[in-house]
T-cell receptor, first 111, second 115 residues
Framework: DADVTQTPRNRITKTGKRIMLECSQT?????MYWYRQDPGLGLRLIYY???????NKGEISDGYSVSRQAQAKFSLSLESAIPNQTALYFC??????????FGEGSRLTVL | AQSVTQLDSQVPVFEEAPVELRCNYS??????LFWYVQYPNQGLQLLLK??????LVKGINGFEAEFNKSQTSFHLRKPSVHISDTAEYFC?????????????FGAGTRLAVHP
């Protein structure tokens, strides 16, 4: 089983719908992250959490929210999806060196 | 704020030729540096990392990178590439201190290895 698991792996939705992407990890790391990947832009940080009670905005948090339900679980929500949120979303975890361990990605298409 | 520049968006190369993927970062303060690889339709995996010590870092699949503090660069090299090295490569640097650091990524370099 993967150390970092993302669900769903693929999702197609319509403009205005609420979407939740879920992430769970078995690595025992305190730090978890959500990134968004767009062609030619690399990975951009949406939100990050250094422990259960700590939530921080990244560089592109507008239109997104997160919930850290437990050390092992970190969910990303789009309250009202819009087409420019079509992207590949990655969850990641890390220990204190900054090295990230990634999930396999969730591909979201907003029509 | 920290930034990362990958100087080439695409690098075409023939099989068994050498390759260098270039990466520069903005800050000269103490940083950790990483190269990640993303194969088609997969997530990212760590290729190599520089935390401290020797400036020449060896990674998986025959790749290596050299940390140059004065030039704020961390270029990735391989002496002889294979078709299977076709992938997108991302350079990343930590931002922050006191252990509360997060990773900033470059835009990526797409390596295409041709027979």
């Amino acid at each position: 089983d993967a150390d970092v698991t993302q669900t769903p792996r693929n999702r197609i939705t319509k403009t205005g719908k609420r979407i939740m992407l879920e992430c769970s990890q078995t690595k025992g790391h305190d730090r978890m992250y959500w990134y968004r990947q767009d062609p030619g832009l690399g990975l951009r940080l949406i939100y990050y959490s250094f422990d259960v009670k700590d939530i921080n905005k990244g560089e592109i948090s507008d239109g997104y929210s997160v919930s850290r339900q437990a050390q092992a679980k970190f969910s990303l929500s789009l309250e009202s999806a819009i087409p420019n949120q079509t992207a590949l979303y990655f969850c990641a975890t890390s220990a204190n060196t900054g090295e990230l361990f990634f999930g396999e990605g969730s591909r979201l298409t907003v029509l | 704020a920290q930034s990362v520049t990958q100087l080439d968006s695409q690098v075409p190369v023939f099989e068994e030729a050498p390759v260098e993927l270039r990466c520069n970062y903005s800050s000269s303060v103490s940083v950790y540096l990483f190269w990640y690889v993303q194969y088609p339709n997969q997530g990212l995996q760590l290729l190599l990392k520089y935390l401290s010590g020797s400036t020449l870092v060896k990674g998986i699949n025959g790749f290596e990178a050299e940390f140059n503090k004065s030039q704020t660069s961390f270029h990735l090299r391989k002496p002889s590439v294979h078709i299977s090295d076709t992938a997108e490569y991302f350079c990343a640097v930590t931002e922050g201190s006191g252990g509360y650091n997060k990773l900033i990524f470059g835009a990526g370099t797409r390596l295409a290895v041709h027979p």
